[in-house]
Structure formats: C-alpha cells, structure tokens
C-alpha cells in the first residue's frame, strides 16, 4: 500500500482533538409543541446498544470447520431516568395517560396507548452549554415509576425512577464545523 493508507486514520476517525463531555451537562425533554414539559432528571442510564451476532459454522472445500460470525440485530434496553421528588405530577400523569378515565371515575374508558406515546429528546452538552449529542427516543412511554423509600433518620433527599421504553431511537452529534452525523435504529418485531 501507499505511505498515504499507513497513515490514515481507522474508521474515519479524524486526528483532532474532541473535549470530553461532561456527564453533569444534559437536558431531558418530553413531547413537542404545547404539550411539552421537561421533567428535570438526575440521572440518566441505558443507552445501551447491544448487537446481536450469528455463528455460521461450516466446513470448506479443504475440509477445515469454519466459524463465520455474521453480524445481527441491533437491540436496547430501555432508558431509565432518576429525579428528585417533588409535588410535579407531570410524570405521574404521563404514566396514568394509558389508563383513561376509569382510574378517577371508576366507569370503563378505552385505553389511550396512541396518546400517551410521545417523542423523548435527551442532549448532551459541551463545555461551553452548545448542543454537542442528541438522542430522540420516538413513541416512548413510562413502563414503571419507582417510588422513593422514606427514611426518618436520613437527611437524604427523595429520588423517584421512571423507566421508559421506546420503538426507536435516534443519535445525532453535532460536529464543531456545525456537520451531523445521524443513525437511526427501529425496533423489528419477530424472529
């Protein structure tokens, strides 16, 4: 090869140097337009990505057993975020949305699944408060609230942890030079 292919970089990975980004400097956002609210979180885990891989064994024409490991599905788990609690019930209501009226009533509602799936947006910062990492969770909806554990002898405050599940996900970064990058992953039902 060419002095010039020794010398690049792998994987299209640039030679500059990239701050860090600091894992304190980040919003979480719920829904779009009016119905938005910002439920001002923690801590925020799982944005974890995960491939699956297939083993394809076979033997070759030379009669030597080959491993092939063929990449496969993309899956995540869901997100899990911590917050202090406070008399905001903008959480809580997000959960109960699934319900309907039969909660507060007692008399039989529909379910409302389509309503209360809404797009959640978490973004990263640098260190200078300019978006650096965007993540767009489409169709995700509260699976589970934790409640807090009360203790009268701590000082402690309270925290409560909502966990979300999501049908997509969508991570973009912002290059200095203003440039994204964008990848999307949907969940695929089935086999």
Do not use: C
């Amino acid at each position: 090869g060419s002095a010039q292919g020794r010398t690049d970089a792998p994987l299209g990975i640039s030679g500059s140097r990239l701050d860090p980004l600091e894992s304190y400097q980040f919003s979480v956002t719920f829904g779009t337009g009016t119905g938005q609210f910002v439920a001002y979180a923690t801590e925020v885990s799982g944005l974890d990505f995960e491939r699956d891989y297939i083993e394809h064994k076979y033997v070759n024409q030379q009669y030597q057993a080959i491993t092939q490991m063929i990449p496969g599905r993309i899956k995540w788990q869901p997100v899990t975020l911590k917050r202090l609690l406070t008399t905001d019930t903008a959480m809580w209501d997000w959960f109960m949305d699934h319900e309907g009226p039969s909660v507060n009533t007692g008399s039989y509602s529909p379910k409302k699944y389509a309503a209360a799936r809404l797009p959640v947006t978490i973004v990263a910062y640098t260190r200078n408060f300019t978006e650096a990492i965007r993540w767009e969770l489409s169709n995700a909806w509260p699976s589970k609230i934790g409640g807090p554990s009360f203790d009268s002898k701590s000082g402690d405050f309270s925290f409560e942890e909502v966990t979300l599940v999501f049908e997509s996900i969508t991570r973009t970064a912002t290059a200095g030079s203003g440039s994204t990058e964008s990848v999307t992953f949907t969940r695929i039902s089935g086999g």
